[in-house]
């Protein structure tokens, strides 16, 4: 393999990372989330929504246009919400999982807290994603005057493919095994 594609697909050949050790189709999930995250920043800047009256807004909006316009129109806790749902926690997860796939060698205590939260983030992903879903639902059906664009589908898929590397991982954790060295003492 072409020593460029081998440094995407594991990172640093020095560090014994999960990546290191993925065999098969699994050695993938770095571009995954590599295609993830640009899906994710595709999702957040792209105009999402074109409305009249939708959640009090008019115009077209992305959801980093949308976020000010709530809080200026009194819906803050609505704002907070997409916010930390729709920003926040899949950049949180994106992170945790780029962290254990290149970062974080598994003799390195970090490792063990990463992949506690990445569990716990992969809980909350259906929470997210279902979010997701009812927000398009109310949308669509509010009324003529609301059309989705690309970008929801963006942050839908990039959702999916986060649930589906934290998935794979999810075994590739728990195959790691962690031995005490006792010393011997004369």
Same mark, same amino acid.
């Given at each position: 393999?072409?020593?460029?594609?081998?440094?995407?697909?594991?990172?640093?050949?020095?560090?014994? /990372?999960?990546?290191?050790?993925?065999?098969?189709?699994?050695? #993938?999930?770095?571009?995954?989330? !590599?295609?993830?995250? &640009?899906?994710?920043?595709?999702?957040? /800047?792209?105009?999402?929504?074109?409305?009249?009256?939708?959640?009090?807004?008019?115009?077209?909006?992305?959801?980093?246009? &949308?976020?000010?316009?709530?809080?200026?129109?009194?819906?803050?806790?609505?704002?907070?919400? !997409?916010?930390?749902?729709? !920003?926040?926690?899949?950049?949180? %997860?994106?992170?945790?999982?780029?962290?254990?796939? #290149?970062?974080?060698?598994?003799?390195?205590?970090?490792?063990?807290?990463?992949?506690?939260?990445?569990?716990?983030?992969?809980? +909350?992903?259906?929470?997210?994603?279902?979010?997701? +879903? !009812?927000?398009? #639902?109310?949308?669509?059906?509010?009324?003529?005057?609301? /059309?989705?664009?690309? &970008?929801?589908? #963006?942050?839908?898929?990039?959702?999916?493919?986060?649930?589906?590397?934290?998935?794979? %991982?999810?075994? %590739?954790?728990?195959?790691?095994?962690?031995?005490?060295?006792?010393?011997?003492?004369?």
């Amino acid at each position: 393999m072409h020593w460029v594609v081998e440094r995407i697909l594991i990172g640093r050949p020095d560090r014994q /990372t999960i990546s290191k050790y993925a065999k098969g189709s699994d050695r #993938y999930l770095g571009v995954l989330l !590599i295609v993830s995250a &640009a899906l994710l920043g595709l999702a957040i /800047t792209q105009p999402m929504i074109t409305t009249v009256g939708f959640l009090g807004l008019e115009g077209r909006y992305s959801l980093l246009t &949308a976020l000010p316009e709530l809080l200026k129109s009194g819906q803050g806790g609505l704002a907070v919400l !997409i916010a930390v749902l729709t !920003i926040i926690l899949p950049i949180l %997860l994106l992170s945790t999982a780029f962290d254990l796939w #290149y970062r974080h060698e598994l003799a390195d205590a970090k490792f063990l807290r990463k992949s506690r939260l990445l569990r716990q983030l992969g809980r +909350l992903w259906l929470m997210l994603l279902g979010l997701v +879903l !009812i927000f398009i #639902y109310f949308a669509v059906q509010s009324g003529e005057g609301t /059309t989705l664009h690309l &970008a929801v589908y #963006y942050l839908v898929v990039s959702l999916a493919l986060q649930k589906l590397v934290a998935a794979r %991982l999810q075994p %590739l954790i728990n195959a790691v095994q962690f031995v005490e060295i006792e010393e011997d003492v004369d």
